[in-house]
């Protein structure tokens, strides 16, 4: 039988992807769902995976985390659940404690906290990679996000294919009354990612400066390998005064990109392992 993973974010468009897939490979493949949890994700993300899965899922959504080991030797990945994981950035930190803060110049951790922790998990299954496709959340107004290398790697784009858009999803989700209940797309796993534009950044320190006590306590603990989680090799204090010396629009979900605090890397509602 045919084999399909699906990599499962915990935002809109993922879950809508995850539904597509079951729907239409169930009775053709063999099909593994993960989703990877790094600890930085909100609250309500995790709450949403936890619906996802119960509702449309049947229970087969398996929740992993990266196990960070020694040196020279990659991820690999332990079994949790929604009561049991991480919401203390428990992987993320073992992961700056090896590789450093991430940041633009070392962009490795959705590849070390997700890709790799879920290629590994897959094999632990007897799926070794080139024997299965892996469905992405990515959709059909984010195609420059697609993989250079997808038909390398076997990766498929269901959204994209069906036409599924930003507000497509959107509307399509707001008739269930366990939506994601995010305050915006602004808090996106994970909460305070290097890669959000600045928009988003300095609305969060606004509204709440909490969502960056992960980042700033990774700052104090580990500031040997000189790096700056973001743009500019901006600290989070450099955020966070930014955001109250200066007057902006703050984001919200249906602003259009306006200027050059807008720029980013992609990073919305979700955090996609086959976006380039």
Not at 70 to 98: D, L, M, Q
Not at 105 to 118: A, G, I, V
């Amino acid at each position: 039988m045919n084999r399909l993973a699906i990599s499962f974010s915990g935002g809109r468009s993922s879950a809508v992807m995850l539904k597509t897939c079951l729907e239409r490979f169930a009775s053709s493949h063999e099909i593994l769902i993960t989703f990877c949890n790094t600890g930085c994700e909100h609250e309500d993300t995790l709450r949403f995976v936890n619906d996802v899965d119960k509702r449309w899922a049947a229970g087969r959504v398996e929740w992993i985390e990266a196990v960070i080991n020694g040196p020279g030797v990659g991820p690999t990945a332990r079994r949790v659940t929604y009561e049991t994981a991480s919401r203390n950035g428990e992987p993320f930190e073992a992961f700056i404690a090896k590789h450093g803060i991430p940041c633009r110049t070392h962009p490795q951790c959705t590849s070390r906290l997700k890709e790799e922790p879920m290629l590994w998990w897959r094999k632990q299954h007897g799926w070794n990679p080139g024997t299965y496709d892996t469905a992405i959340g990515i959709r059909a107004d984010e195609v420059d996000r697609m993989s250079a290398k997808a038909k390398e790697k076997r990766l498929i784009y269901p959204l994209v294919r069906d036409g599924w858009t930003k507000d497509s999803v959107r509307s399509y989700m707001q008739q269930f009354d366990w939506d994601l209940r995010l305050p915006s797309e602004a808090y996106g796993n994970c909460k305070w990612c290097w890669k959000k534009s600045d928009r988003k950044l300095m609305t969060l320190a606004i509204e709440d400066v909490s969502v960056f006590d992960f980042p700033r306590e990774m700052e104090r603990k580990y500031p040997e390998s000189g790096r700056k989680f973001f743009r500019g090799r901006r600290t989070v204090g450099d955020i966070v005064a930014a955001a109250n010396s200066m007057q902006f629009t703050h984001y919200r979900d249906s602003l259009l990109a306006v200027d050059e605090l807008d720029v980013g890397g992609g990073c919305g509602e979700s955090c996609e392992i086959g976006a380039d």
